[in-house]
């Protein structure tokens, strides 16, 4: 019987030590990617402001109009490139729990209208059409704004680059029946993709449409965040999707106290 003791007091002792090798290793790698992310964030704000400079010729023309093209193509490069790090930096902040969430009553359609203003492109220059059903008088969430604006950033820009012309990308706020949460949705009529291809598109660097990826793509961090943060708000991030009919994806906030 103390044989047996000891074996699983050392196998425990075993355990332990991987456990703790593990979060070092876990912990090593985020701090490497927040500091590989800073140290290519300054070189990078620099090639796109000087590459703008030279573009809208700011300090009168380049000569050979080529030029032009070129200094335009640098900026759009390094503003892809920049997205791309400041993925990588929040990825690594919310691993390593250096996000932390500031929960306050935040008035959704607020926070809605706020998005469409940070979105990259209007989806009507890009012949579509974008449906925003967040009623104001809603009552408050409990939630980070900041988080917030990023989850529907990052959902918003995602249905938008993965739905065809001439169909619609839809936002929808609506209060569940027991009053407590609301249930937020963003929808797009796109693609869609079949049940066992949804598990893995939330785990970081994977795509949509992997044989398909074009170099503007990503890395694929975007759902990885968004699940992150929803995930810091006591919620679960939500996905429905069929092939050709588009996709829904979705999570509850719950409703303040002091509505």
Do not use: C, W
């Not at 876990?26 to 703008?52: K, M, V």
């Not at 500031?102 to 209208?113: F, G, S």
């Not at 429905?240 to 106290?257: K, M, N, R």
């Amino acid at each position: 019987m103390t044989g047996r003791v000891e074996q699983l007091q050392q196998e425990n002792a075993d355990l332990r030590r991987r456990i703790e090798s593990l979060e070092a290793t876990h912990q090593a790698r985020g701090e490497f990617l927040a500091t590989l992310s800073h140290e290519l964030r300054t070189p990078l704000n620099a090639i796109i402001g000087f590459s703008e400079v030279m573009a809208k010729a700011m300090l009168g023309p380049l000569g050979t109009p080529a030029y032009q093209g070129y200094a335009q193509d640098i900026h759009a490069s390094g503003e892809h490139l920049l997205s791309i790090i400041n993925d990588l930096l929040d990825l690594a902040q919310i691993d390593a729990g250096r996000q932390p969430l500031e929960l306050q009553p935040i008035h959704l359609h607020e926070t809605v209208a706020r998005v469409l203003r940070m979105l990259p492109g209007r989806p009507e220059t890009q012949g579509l059409s974008l449906t925003i059903r967040v009623p104001e008088d809603l009552p408050p969430v409990m939630a980070d704004d900041r988080a917030i604006r990023q989850i529907l950033l990052n959902l918003l820009a995602n249905a938008l680059k993965f739905t065809p012309k001439g169909r619609e990308v839809r936002i929808l706020a609506d209060l569940t029946p027991s009053g407590e949460h609301i249930l937020i949705r963003v929808q797009d009529t796109g693609m869609g993709m079949a049940s066992e291809d949804l598990a893995r598109l939330t785990l970081p660097f994977e795509q949509a449409r992997p044989t398909t990826r074009s170099p503007q793509d990503g890395l694929g961090l975007g759902l990885a965040i968004v699940r992150a943060l929803v995930e810091g708000h006591g919620a679960s991030l939500i996905l429905e999707s069929q092939p050709d009919q588009g996709t829904t994806i979705s999570f509850h906030l719950a409703v303040s106290a002091a509505a």
